[in-house]
């Protein structure tokens, strides 16, 4: 087990349950449907990043330095991905208008993701020689 792979997974799942039940209960009232379909993205693809960084944080066997860019690569993704999106999401909410700043780093988020994904598809594929 790695504990800060696994301990990055907690806190980002934690953070996501709180986003969550913000979202749902607080914010719901105070967003439009538009944002808070985008703060539901926000918390959706964070949690599906959690789990793949519990998974990763649990994976025996695989190249060390490709499990740790799948790591940095996931974390990267759930900071730019989702953090945008939340940003975006309450940008009416505190009157902030930085959605032209901050649109462009959600796509950034993305490719973060896609190579995490790469990262662990190589992990799993190349044999364990570190």
Excluded: C
């Excluded at 519990?54 to 790591?71: C, D, E, I, P, Q």
């Amino acid at each position: 087990m790695n504990r800060k792979i696994v301990i990055t997974a907690a806190l980002f799942g934690l953070l996501a349950v709180i986003a969550g039940a913000f979202g749902a209960h607080s914010l719901k009232a105070k967003l439009s449907l538009s944002d808070i379909d985008i703060w539901h993205t926000a918390v959706q693809y964070q949690f599906y990043h959690v789990f793949a960084l519990l998974f990763l944080g649990l994976y025996t066997g695989a190249r060390k330095s490709l499990v740790n860019l799948s790591y940095y690569m996931f974390t990267l993704g759930i900071i730019f991905f989702s953090g945008s999106l939340y940003l975006i999401a309450a940008e009416d909410l505190f009157g902030w208008r930085l959605a032209h700043i901050i649109w462009p780093v959600t796509p950034l988020g993305g490719v973060f993701f896609i190579g995490g994904w790469a990262a662990l598809i190589l992990a799993a594929a190349i044999r364990n020689k570190d």
